[in-house]
């Protein structure tokens, strides 16, 4: 089962008053990379909000945004310390600079560092947090599998495509290679006005059919096709090893079209790596 990278979630919770709302979005990445943006009584619940994303997502560049309305004012405990520092500070500034105006509660109150969290008060403020987020996370993971539900039929549809494009061309490379081979042998006989060493033509005449023969590489192609299908169905993420898979199958259809010699055969090989990226193109947006 595809899961697509591209999602987004929100969820709102409300616990004792305290109401918090959580947002999570995520985007193509090579890796797993999370970027929290909590309210400041939460910073220390990082940690558990990464290992809560890592519970449902994979790879991909993750944002969480959490935010904490209605809390009770004895959330917050004032630093009376850290308060008489910044306006000492702010008294000096306006000595220095022989400004009129004078320090005032609401110039402290900007500063947040004059505030600490109390531990009490935090836990009531995760306990919502944590609901909200379990259930935007919830939300992200249903948005990704079902972006991944399209982009697995539409690679199974581009599939059957590789599929009969394959088919052709290893039917038309069957039928080219005696072709070939008699043009080989009008060739030289017209060239020499007689006819030629039979052991040297016959020699000449596997050479080319080794040259022409795209038999392996038509086998391979299938056996990829078949081998992409069942990574569709796995249950682990499988985006990586398709990856890893497409260039492999763009390898055969590159193979393929230097052998061609074939106007009929280049034009598959051309619509064969059309689908080929295409395919590509999805597979980048999967875990």
Same mark, same amino acid.
């Given at each position: 089962?595809?899961?697509?990278?591209?999602?987004?979630?929100? *969820?709102?919770?409300?616990?004792?008053?305290?109401?918090?709302?959580?947002?999570?979005?995520?985007?193509?990445? &090579?890796?797993?990379?999370?970027?929290?943006?909590?309210?400041?009584?939460?910073?220390?619940?990082? %940690?558990?909000?990464?290992?809560? %994303?890592?519970?449902?997502?994979?790879?991909?560049?993750?944002?969480?945004?959490?935010?904490?309305?209605?809390?009770?004012? *004895?959330?917050?405990?004032?630093?009376?310390?850290?308060? $008489?520092?910044?306006?000492?500070?702010?008294?000096?500034?306006?000595?220095?600079?022989?400004?009129?105006?004078?320090?005032?509660?609401?110039?402290?109150? &900007?500063?947040?560092?004059?505030?600490?969290?109390?531990?009490?008060?935090?836990?009531?403020?995760?306990?919502?947090? &944590?609901?909200?987020?379990?259930?935007?996370?919830?939300?992200?993971?249903?948005?990704?599998? *079902? !972006?991944?539900?399209?982009?697995?039929?539409?690679?199974?549809?581009?599939? $059957?495509?590789? !599929?009969?494009?394959?088919?052709?061309?290893?039917? $038309?490379?069957?039928?080219?290679?005696?072709?070939?081979?008699?043009?080989? /042998?009008?060739?030289?006989?017209?060239?020499? !006005?007689?006819?030629? @060493?039979?052991?040297?033509?016959?020699?000449?005449? %596997?050479?080319?059919? @080794?040259?022409?023969?795209?038999?392996?590489?038509?086998?391979?192609?299938?056996?990829? %096709?078949?081998?992409?299908?069942?990574?569709?169905?796995? /249950?682990?993420?499988?985006?990586?090893?398709?990856?890893?898979?497409?260039?492999?199958?763009?390898? !055969?259809?590159?193979?393929?079209?230097?052998?061609?010699? @074939?106007?009929?055969?280049?034009?598959?090989?051309?619509?064969?790596?059309?689908?080929?990226?295409?395919? $590509?193109?999805?597979?980048?947006?999967?875990?």
């Amino acid at each position: 089962m595809l899961v697509s990278m591209t999602g987004f979630g929100r *969820a709102e919770q409300t616990r004792n008053g305290i109401t918090a709302v959580a947002e999570v979005r995520s985007v193509n990445n &090579r890796y797993l990379e999370i970027s929290c943006r909590l309210p400041r009584q939460l910073s220390a619940r990082e %940690v558990e909000v990464r290992q809560m %994303v890592q519970r449902y997502v994979v790879r991909g560049s993750v944002s969480v945004v959490l935010e904490v309305r209605g809390s009770t004012p *004895a959330e917050r405990l004032l630093r009376m310390d850290v308060a $008489r520092t910044y306006y000492n500070a702010l008294s000096e500034l306006v000595r220095q600079l022989a400004l009129e105006d004078s320090p005032r509660l609401e110039h402290l109150l &900007r500063f947040s560092e004059i505030f600490e969290a109390d531990e009490g008060q935090s836990e009531l403020l995760w306990e919502p947090a &944590r609901a909200a987020l379990e259930q935007a996370l919830r939300r992200l993971r249903q948005m990704r599998i *079902a !972006e991944g539900r399209a982009l697995t039929q539409d690679i199974r549809t581009r599939l $059957r495509t590789v !599929e009969q494009l394959v088919r052709k061309i290893a039917r $038309r490379g069957q039928q080219r290679i005696p072709e070939q081979q008699h043009r080989l /042998r009008e060739r030289v006989r017209q060239l020499l !006005e007689s006819e030629p @060493d039979p052991q040297r033509l016959a020699m000449e005449l %596997v050479l080319l059919a @080794d040259r022409l023969d795209i038999t392996e590489e038509c086998v391979r192609l299938r056996s990829h %096709v078949t081998l992409a299908r069942q990574l569709l169905r796995a /249950r682990e993420p499988a985006g990586r090893k398709l990856n890893f898979l497409l260039q492999e199958m763009q390898r !055969e259809a590159n193979t393929i079209g230097a052998k061609a010699a @074939d106007a009929q055969i280049s034009q598959w090989v051309v619509l064969l790596k059309e689908e080929l990226e295409r395919i $590509r193109e999805q597979v980048q947006n999967v875990e």
